[in-house]
């Protein structure tokens, strides 16, 4: 688990839209896993099926704030880079994080699993719970909206 931990972690933060809040999703995903580590079938994939755990308690965190009406993401958020050229990369990740947190859930999570975690389709639709066909499409709107929308910003 603790190999895993730093993808959780990335893909926790993208679809969190916040450091601060994908560490708490990432934390909520470890306690959850853990509380069910007997559900987890010996053979199968763990970061798989940590990946559903993680997704599932977004959808449920997500939906309870809408009820309350909060914001569960920052649109303005965007991870900080440092070092050489940092400025500017700053601004490039500041960018791409405001078009990802555009994209509709379902076309951010397909992006996120393929292009920034590089899952297989396959991998990806069985995390998603969808067909493979579905995740497909769902990731070249993705794509074609994030190019559009950075396009855009430039």
């Not at 053979?43 to 599932?56: A, C, K, P, V």
């Not at 990369?89 to 994080?97: G, H, K, S, T």
Request: aromatic share 6%; glycine share 10%; proline share 3%.
């Amino acid at each position: 688990m603790l190999e895993i931990l730093p993808r959780l972690r990335r893909f926790a933060t993208g679809l969190a839209g916040h450091p601060s809040d994908g560490d708490d999703l990432c934390q909520m995903t470890v306690e959850r896993a853990l509380a069910n580590r007997a559900k987890w079938q010996e053979g199968t994939r763990l970061d798989s099926w940590m990946y559903r755990i993680m997704r599932n308690i977004w959808i449920d965190e997500t939906r309870s704030r809408a009820r309350r009406g909060q914001t569960f993401v920052d649109p303005d958020a965007g991870e900080r880079v440092g070092g050489e050229g940092g400025q500017e990369a700053r601004v490039e990740l500041n960018n791409i994080d405001r078009a990802m947190q555009k994209l509709p859930d379902d076309q951010r999570e397909a992006v996120l699993l393929v292009m920034v975690e590089g899952y297989a389709y396959k991998e990806a639709a069985e995390i998603v719970g969808c067909p493979v066909g579905t995740l497909n499409s769902r990731l070249v709107r993705g794509r074609d909206a994030l190019m559009q929308m950075i396009g855009d910003a430039a």
